[in-house]
């Protein structure tokens, strides 16, 4: 059984959010704003269109669609104004996770078997209105691509008499329980649109309506019910959470039965104060939402570890961990994790570019500019070759650690990230 997924839709025009592809009147001025409440309200992915015109406005819907990547808790989907592999692949590095190419447009279907191949079946799916597109084509799309999104909701039926592909549907208007019908399609794996746009607030309530009436949707299911917790003296478990990014441990909190529940229904950590003896989700007040990655109980299944998205600071002091007060320490050698590492010295190089220090060797690179910048990186590539030829297997080592100098040095002047590197890595 396919999961059906609530997909909000964000039609990007002139930096701003509009109603939908005919209808370019704004919605809303910062469409990051969209993705926090979307973030909010327990959406599965959402799809981005890029309504843009000209490579200028092209190139600044990129560079907002990248910050929605960021902002996102869902997985991004981007689609529109594409015309050939580049952008696709300007897509997928911006940090959605799929591209759409639209059949409406020959370019596009001639691109399918290359971008496929390129980027990988998973990262492709097509969007249409006219179920002959598919038909025409279903032999390609069976086989490079990995699902559709039919743009005209009358032709569901139609559709999934072609094809086994799953498809979502973008709605612009439907009654909402409109939606268990449509979902009732064996092959819909998704309803997009300003439907489920206008509607962002009920997605929780409909998620348990469709679970209600045996339609499968993505929840969070938990392995284990609250009784099987030992609790302490005040019937609750504590809770230590952790940044499931940097493992980072931010603060250390306690559940009830009801904080239990509730973060497991809604997916955002929510905890019992003992200070106000009230329920407490977390950014509620302060926009600072936690959001649930895992949890994971310890072997006495008396005290749970909780990995996180963390939206701003974890401390009510402002700080992004609630442990800053350092009792004492004995001086030893810190982690050498490889990325721990990478972002310390990343650190340091940065701040050299921003406050520049007489003699430095970093600086000297800067000043000179991207020119330096590249021709050393050439010298310490070809310096690595030359070593590796070397049986002393030092000598690379050093060669080695010379190079991602130069290279995170570029990285600070082009404005790339670690993170930006290492999730596009996991992407593939």
Not at 89 to 112: F, Q, R, W
Not at 266 to 283: A, D, P, V
Not at 307 to 334: L, M, N, P, W
Request: proline content about 2%; aromatic content about 10%.
């Amino acid at each position: 059984m396919i999961t059906k997924k609530f997909v909000p839709c964000i039609y990007l025009y002139h930096e701003h959010a509009v109603r939908n592809l005919a209808d370019t009147s704004v919605v809303e001025t910062d469409p990051l704003r969209l993705v926090h409440l979307y973030n909010e309200n327990n959406a599965d992915e959402l799809i981005v269109f890029d309504l843009s015109e000209g490579d200028e406005e092209h190139e600044a819907a990129l560079d907002i669609l990248k910050e929605i990547c960021e902002t996102a808790e869902m997985d991004v989907i981007g689609a529109g104004n594409v015309k050939r592999m580049e952008d696709v692949k300007k897509l997928l590095y911006a940090g959605c996770k799929k591209a759409v190419l639209d059949y409406g447009k020959e370019s596009n279907i001639g691109i399918t078997e290359e971008v496929s191949l390129k980027f990988g079946r998973d990262k492709i799916l097509v969007s249409y209105n006219d179920p002959q597109a598919v038909a025409a084509n279903k032999e390609l799309l069976e086989k490079y691509v990995s699902a559709m999104v039919l743009m005209n909701p009358h032709q569901i039926r139609e559709t999934q008499e072609i094809t086994g592909l799953p498809f979502y549907v973008q709605i612009n208007q439907i009654a909402l329980n409109k939606l268990m019908e449509i979902f009732s399609y064996d092959s819909v794996c998704g309803v997009t649109g300003n439907t489920i746009n206008d509607n962002y607030g009920e997605i929780l309530s409909l998620k348990n309506l469709c679970r209600e009436n045996g339609i499968q949707v993505e929840t969070f299911e938990a392995a284990y019910l609250w009784s099987d917790f030992k609790l302490n003296s005040d019937g609750m478990v504590p809770v230590v959470v952790q940044d499931y990014r940097t493992l980072e441990v931010l603060m250390v909190a306690y559940m009830n039965e009801e904080a239990y529940e509730q973060t497991i229904s809604t997916g955002k950590m929510t905890y019992f104060s003992r200070s106000r003896n009230e329920l407490w989700l977390k950014g509620a007040t302060s926009g600072h939402f936690q959001y649930v990655k895992s949890l994971t109980a310890d072997c006495d299944m008396d005290t749970i570890l909780a990995k996180v998205s963390q939206v701003g600071a974890a401390c009510h002091t402002g700080a992004r961990s609630c442990f800053f007060h350092e009792i004492t320490r004995k001086d030893y050698e810190e982690s050498s994790n490889p990325l721990q590492v990478f972002e310390e010295v990343f650190e340091v190089i940065k701040d050299r570019k921003v406050h520049p220090k007489e003699g430095s060797y970093t600086n000297y690179l800067f000043d000179k500019g991207i020119d330096k910048i590249l021709k050393k990186l050439g010298e310490e590539s070809t310096e690595i070759v030359i070593a590796a030829k070397n049986p002393n297997p030092n000598e690379i080592k050093y060669e080695i650690s010379d190079f991602l100098y130069h290279m995170m040095v570029l990285m600070a002047e082009k404005d790339v990230t670690w993170e930006e590197i290492t999730t596009e890595l996991a992407n593939r």
